[in-house]
């Protein structure tokens, strides 16, 4: 992926009115496709619990990104976990761990992005705060960066412990309700077809976000043997099955085919560069 470069400044978010309803949704409450967000600048926020799947799924969407021929600056928001750089080139981060710090940090990236036009693809930590502290200062965040031209994707990452939808509850009560979201439940947690997940589906703060138009998509496990070693290796998703044997080469190759069915598909037109 091409680095964009971000120089963090001060500056204030521009003032808009809230945005209309986009023509296009395709999706009933709670339906499988996501509204039709092409030809926009997209910002996406990965929230969730720590190693709940967040930098899989980023990792994955940066490369397809790149390998479509788009372009997204890629930023890492926890300031413990820096992993997401072993697999991208050019990953933001911020500076120190200090909150006060890493809030004003994530709010000058924001600026940036919206000022620019930039999409993005955001990897907020396990346990990040400083989004929550931003959305108290500016609940109508994601409205304001929608009318300036930046669609805001909101990806809630969950496995089967109804506790892993704490971020996602925190965010939306703090006025963060983006018109594109998704709740991306992590088969690497728990099998799609079995009741593991209905702590998780039938929670009320599962509903209430669906009930507001929200997506559920699933994320298919990737053989754990595979990714143990392509991970061990920093290889990317889409040319490792270029360095393994022929077993975990096609384990890799399914799971690439799934999560184009399970998420390109429904949100491909989320994606920078659609």
Known sequence: MSIIQFTPKRAKLPTAPLPQPLAHQAAAVGG?????????????????????????????????VTAGGGEALVAAVDPVNRSLRSFIDGVVEPPSADPAEVKAWLQQLLEFIVENRHSALIDLGGGDTSLIALLQDMPDLAGVMSAAGVEPVAIYMAGTDPHDLTPMAAAEAAGFNPRAAAIVLNEAHGRRHSDDFDRVTDHPAFQQVIDRGAIQLWMPLLTPDAARVIDANTWHYLTAKNHLGPFYASALHQ????????IG?????WFPGR
Do not use: Q
């Open 265 to 269: 598909e429904p949100i491909g037109t």
């Open 255 to 262: 799971w690439l085919r799934r999560m184009g069915e399970d």
């Open 32 to 64: 499988t496709m996501g509204i039709d967000l092409s030809g926009k600048a997209k910002c996406w926020f990965f929230i969730g619990r720590g190693r709940i799947g967040k930098t899989t799924l980023a990792r994955y969407v940066s490369e397809t």
